[in-house]
Each structure stands twice: as structure tokens, then as C-alpha cells.
């Protein structure tokens, strides 16, 4: 079997995705979102979150099924995200792929949430370039990891990095709040920042001094930048003077995408990698697009970043990573698979 067909399912956040793929063709990426709901709380609220994905799941499978053109019972196997993410929230998720694969009699894979992030690339650009440099930023997560196999094979899946406080996603957010744009913020904040200054504010760059790269050369921090920008805000509201929303945002964004960028092309070039893989939620940001362009191929470095609706959360990124688990003969779950909230991002197949 060369092009396997796989349904995937998605429900660790707050958006309940279905895709459909053969091979490396999208077929079908049906997405339904709680997050207008969740925008007057300032955040994702879990039990809402969970709630919203039972009401979800069957019309969004549904909807994916006919947009494919297929009957369950035509695909080759069911992927479904098993971690990490919010724990009721996956057990919808992953309570709907067992009833699908017991229904239709097909093998079932359960499936890291941030592997699947890298995955999706190969729907918009072929096959993933092995070994790779990924980075994934999204709202619960800011990595970079060396992939020699995205299936998580032989330690495929190596963290070179993290956070260390708050993922860049959650930062956008923060920032938008504080400078009183709706949620989530990154959309907005990078909306506006196209009207702004970008060294209008020289805001900090977390874990990039010297002391700091000695330990965390490939660790983010973000929460030191968030605080900075809150300061900045309250001392310009104490003056009575209007707080430049445009400036600020572009100011903010430009430190993020500034340490991003930086240390990616700093992993690539150390690892003698040459494609840099962007992915999750913050991926979508236009600066961080042109920045990490710029940067990496001052260096001969590749950049691939799948488009905008395939970087924030869906089901097509799941079955991606499905099929690839198919198409390298990997074995596939259990049918008692768990819905694991912190799984590890080595741990790509349960
Ligand atoms: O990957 P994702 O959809 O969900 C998680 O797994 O977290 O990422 C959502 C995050 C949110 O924090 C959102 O503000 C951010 O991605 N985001 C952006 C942009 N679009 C979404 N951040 C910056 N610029 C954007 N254009
Ligand atoms: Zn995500």
C-alpha cells in the first residue's frame, strides 16, 4: 500500500479537526471552533473546550467524509491526536477514533499533537527533507527539534529546546490583552504591527545573553518580554499619554521573532542541518515568515512553513502523520490507547 488513506482527528485545544488524506494529498480538512467562546474568558476553557467537541465531532466527520468524497469505511486507517493537550478535551478525540476503527474494522494510531505539527508540510511541499530542523510555536508550545524521522522512529524526534515560562503563542495573547485586542491576539497583534514601529520600543530578548546561551542556547523565555511590554503600558497609562498600539505590537512582535529566528538558524547551522521546518499556531505570523526567510538563507538554509490554515490547529495534520505511520509499516496502536495530557514530544506513536 504507497498512498494509504487515513481519517484524522484532532481535539486537543479548542478546535475539533477532521482531515482526510491519501498518501501526501489533502483530501479533506474540515475544522469546528469553540473559540468564540472561550474569547470573553480571555483563554481556553477545558470543560467548554470538551463540551464543544462532542457537539462537534460527528457533524465535522461528517462534513470531511463528503468534502473527500469517501465512506468511512474506505479508509485505510484512523489517526487520532492521543497528547499533548487538554485531557478532557483529547478524550473526545480519541473516545471518537476507537469507535471509529472498532466500526469499521481498521487499525487505529494514536499520535503526538506536535510530530503532527511537522507532518502537515508534506501535504503543501512533499516529502519532509530528513534530518530537519523543526520549530514549533503555537500557543502551548515553543520548541526546536532535530527530526531524522518524523514517525518518532530511533529517537526520530530529538528536543534540542523549549520554553522555559510561556510558549510564544500564549505571549501573543498576553500581549493582545494587555493592549486591549481580542482574543487569541497573535492574528491581531500581527495585524497591527504592520501599521507600527518596529524599534519603537526595544524590548527585551529572553535567554540571549551570553551567561544565557551557555545553558539555554536553544531554550526560549518569554514571560520576561510579556512583563516588559505590561510596564511599558502601565507607565505610558500613569502619564496620561495614549499607549501607541500599533508601535507596541510591532515592537513586541519583533522581539519574539527576533529570539525565534536567531536560535533556529543557530540549531540548524549547529546541526549541520539545512531545512528549517516551521510549525504550530505562531507559524502563521507574517513577520516570523519574512524574518526566518532572511535569516536562514543568509546561512544556504531552507525555510519550509505550511500555509496559515495548516500551521494552527486541524485534523489534516494528524491523518498526515497517520499516513506516514502507515506508509512506514510503524505498528499501529493498541484500541486501549490513552489520552495522554503531557505526552513527551519523543513519544510519537502510543
Ligand atoms: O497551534 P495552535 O492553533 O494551537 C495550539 O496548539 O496552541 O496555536 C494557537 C496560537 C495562539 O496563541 C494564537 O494567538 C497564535 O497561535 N497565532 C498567531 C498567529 N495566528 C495564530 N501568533 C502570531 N501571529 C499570528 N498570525
Ligand atoms: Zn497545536
Known sequence: MTEPLVLGIETSCDETGVGIVRGHTLLADAVASSVDEHARFGGVVPEVASRAHLEAMVPTIERACDTAGIRLS??????????????????????????????????????????????????????????????LVSGGHSSLLRVTDVTGQDGGVDPLGATIDDAAGEAFDK????????????????????????????????LTSRRDLERHRFDFSFSGLKTAVARWVEARERSGEPVPVNDVAASFQEAVC??????????????????????????????LRAMAEERAAAKGIRVRIPRPGLCTDNGAMVAALGAEMVSRGRTPSALDLPADSSLPVTEVLV
Open 74 to 135: 474506505d479508509v485505510d486507517a484512523i489517526a487520532v491526536t492521543s497528547g499533548p493537550g487538554l485531557a478532557g478535551a483529547l478524550m473526545v478525540g480519541v473516545a471518537a477514533a476507537k469507535a471509529l476503527a472498532i466500526g469499521v474494522g481498521k487499525p487505529i494510531y494514536g499520535v503526538n499533537h506536535l510530530a503532527a505539527h511537522v507532518a502537515v508540510d508534506q501535504l503543501e511541499h512533499g516529502p519532509l527533507p530528513e534530518p530537519c530542523l523543526a520549530m
Open 175 to 206: 500581549v493582545a490583552r494587555l493592549l486591549g485586542l481580542p482574543f487569541p491576539g497573535g492574528p491581531h497583534i500581527d495585524r497591527a504591527a504592520r501599521e507600527g514601529d518596529r524599534v519603537y520600543v526595544d524590548f527585551p530578548r529572553g
Open 258 to 287: 527576533d529570539v525565534l529566528t536567531r536560535k533556529a538558524v543557530d540549531a540548524a547551522v549547529s546541526e549541520g542541518i539545512e531545512d528549517i521546518l516551521i510549525g504550530g499556531g505562531v507559524a502563521a505570523n507574517s513577520r
